[in-house]
């Protein structure tokens, strides 16, 4: 048993800490939990009041590798006791350049590869719009309905949900259109992949035909929804995607900043679907809960800016340039990889159960990167963000860490590190399922 509740949630520590979090801290950065974290291992977290909590949301999709990875740990101290940081601009370092290669190495496609590094999705985003303007000399980005891409203001007007990551930081950046995103359950009159791909892909031509390919530097999906709500792109709908950018001379970006690391089964999501991005971005998962972000990509149009053009002080600061090497390694051949795969072929069959509850609408996602969809009513699909909300707090007060996400608030997402053991996702399931039977019956 790993969940262990001593007092209430939120215990009294926990509180006393969220009256000084409201009176020291600016309310935007949102929290979904109530309980303040004292220190973490594996898929298990422990609040300041003792509670022992099965983690469901991985520090947002970071902790692939699990809480305090044994080897990362190592490294960071291991580097930490060397220097701190250093500035690549300023004097160069070898972990910067071996993540990189590793990087390189690992990245789909067979063709000659560069990276750069970052502090967060944001900025890899960021980077890899001004790497494509520059590589093709075109203004226009597309991306797509229910997108994610971070908050800086390119990625934030790449983003689609207004309501809060936009609202009342307009205007937003020239230079960007929009398309459907072939999101199967809640496109209209079929939920076919095929013909949801098919007929996506129509508007998605129309959409860049309204400014003219040669308009477009670059085309930016996530191979999986992340905060959007967990829709995978049907294979068929990206291979489209990537030939139509092959044949118009536009960069085809992949945001694996939330799907990478394992999360689907694969190292990168594209693999899932045989394509290969030109560039790619990458986050979260790869410093191992060190902040550190990077775009991997062609070497002819990673190298089109400049020397100069791209950077920044603390970009690939050398300890999470440690931590993500011993990320990768435990990937390559600390068996993490094999585990990504055992964990995303049983978890979709296990959750597949969990359509006998009414108000669970849709059960999807791609490997470990799964999620519910909790719906009114299954015929008109009516969202149901009250009862995620109550499944959510349901389970806090119960002992299991939960995320809710979607354009309509209405989804479950899952991401329990990679590391979790068989018994602890079981421990955490039961707890979800109470939830379910309570609130989505
Ligand atoms: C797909 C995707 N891209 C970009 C970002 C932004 O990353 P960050 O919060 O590190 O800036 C996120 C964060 O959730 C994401 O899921």
């Known amino acids: 048993m790993n969940i262990r509740l001593k007092t209430e949630v939120p215990g009294p520590r926990s509180r006393e800490l969220m009256a000084e979090r409201q009176a020291a801290v600016a309310r935007g950065p949102f929290h979904v939990t109530p309980v303040f974290i004292a220190r973490g291992k594996g898929a298990v977290l422990e609040d300041v009041d003792g509670n022992r909590f099965i983690d469901f949301a991985g520090g947002l999709a970071v902790l692939n590798a699990g809480h305090l990875p044994a080897a990362a740990a190592e490294a960071v101290r291991r580097q930490s006791r060397r220097f701190l940081h250093a500035c690549f601009h300023v004097t160069p370092y070898e972990g910067y350049v071996r993540l990189c290669a590793a990087l390189n190495r ?9 990276s750069f590094l970052a502090n967060s999705g944001a900025e890899a985003v960021e980077n890899a719009v001004k790497i494509a303007r520059s590589a093709t000399g075109r203004p226009t980005v597309v991306c797509f309905e229910h997108a994610f891409h971070g ?3 390119m990625a934030m007007t790449l983003t689609a949900k207004e309501k809060p990551y936009k609202l009342g930081f307009g205007p937003f950046n020239p230079g960007v259109v929009r398309a ?7 496109w209209p009159a079929t939920e076919d992949p095929e013909r949801v791909s098919a007929e996506c892909f129509s508007a998605f031509e129309r959409a860049v035909q309204s400014v003219g390919p040669e308009q477009v530097a670059a ?12 829709a995978p792109a ?38 899932r679907s045989g394509v290969a991005p030109d560039l790619m971005t990458l986050a979260k998962g790869l410093g191992g809960g060190m902040p550190v972000s990077a775009v991997v990509g062609r070497a002819e149009l990673m190298d089109a800016p400049m020397t100069g053009g791209i950077g920044g002080t603390f970009g690939g600061n050398p300890v999470s340039c440690a931590a993500a090497l011993a990320v990768v390694e ?21 959750l597949a159960g969990l ?16 999620a519910l969809e909790l719906v009114k009513d299954r015929r ?33 997402r899952l991401l329990m590190p990679l590391v979790i053991t068989d018994a602890q996702l079981e421990e955490g399931l039961a707890v979800l399922e109470s939830g379910l039977e309570r609130f989505a019956a």
């Open 330 to 350: 435990l990937f390559e051949t600390g068996g993490l990889l094999d585990r990504a795969r055992e964990l995303s072929a049983a978890l979709p069959r296990r």
């Open 219 to 230: 085309v930016i999906i996530e191979p999986v929804l992340g905060e959007g709500g967990f």
């Open 180 to 186: 459907p995103f072939p999101y199967c359950y809640r």
């Open 355 to 370: 359509r006998r509850f009414r108000g669970v609408g849709d059960v999807r996602g791609l490997g470990a990167m799964q």
């Open 380 to 412: 008109s699909k009516e969202p149901d963000q009250e009862a995620v909300a109550a499944v959510i707090r349901h389970c806090t007060e119960r002992g299991l860490i939960l995320m809710s996400a979607g354009t309509y608030g209405n989804v479950i």
């Open 106 to 114: 690992l990245a789909p496609g067979d063709f000659p590869k560069r």
């Open 151 to 153: 908050r800086t203001y």
């Open 234 to 271: 049907p294979a068929p709908f990206l291979r489209r995607l990537r030939d139509y950018c092959t044949g118009q001379r536009i960069v085809f970006i992949a945001d694996e900043v939330q799907t990478g690391f394992g999360r689907t089964g694969e190292l990168f999501a594209c693999a």
